[in-house]
């Protein structure tokens, strides 16, 4: 059973602390059955590179430009960030909705241009907790996915991965329980079914104040193949311990 746990940097950083934290993740090789990878700002994806190259962790990026080469100043597209090998980039986090304005069809342009150019696109969905408190987080996840399907269909979404990633819980501290967890997965699991996904390529990790103290029980939880974390990513030992913790997930089965 693998786990996969990937950092979110967010913008956060500079490289003297950067040099630090590479190296010690570096350092530290995930155990086998466990994929790790960081998602870092644009300017530092040549000093991530730079320094996980032969490594076993991976490194991609925070977002993509929608639109391919050409007079789109400012944007950073699928080409360049394969150029940097980013194995992954992040698409949809609930700041890009809220603070950017990101529709699910502008989320599915950028998911079709990394495809293309062969870079993993994680895609954030997830409830706000007003949606959550009046029982209307199961439209809205299905909603996001649909609108993906629709523009994307089955075969494309099928080499995407999800990160169910409650806005409520996103850099707040508050966790979502367990069981609700379970039931965000186990909805989104047979709704991208149901879109055509098959099972087996079905992959969705858990986002929202993922940290040491309570890594262990977020990997117990069914059907969640790993996790996005964020502010804990950027504290070495949080992260090597979120790591670990991956680990003997894999190893307990």
Known sequence: ???IVLGNW???GDTASNAVL???LAAHPPAA???VGVCVPFPFLTQARAVLEGTAIGWGAQNVSPFGAGAYTGEVHAGMLAEFGCRYALVGHSERRQLFAETD???ADKIDRLLAANVRPVVCVGETLAEREAGGWRETLGRQVAALAARLGPEKLSRAWFAYEPVWAIGTGRVAAPADIAEAHAFLRERLMALGVPAEEVVILYGGSVKADNAQGVFAV???DGALVGAASRVVEEFIAIVAAAGAAVVRG
């Open 33 to 35: 059955g466990v994929e």
């Open 222 to 224: 069914p059907g969640c």
């Open 105 to 107: 069809e502008r989320i």
């Open 10 to 12: 967010k913008s956060l």
């Open 22 to 24: 590479l190296a010690a």
């Open 1 to 3: 059973m693998k786990k």
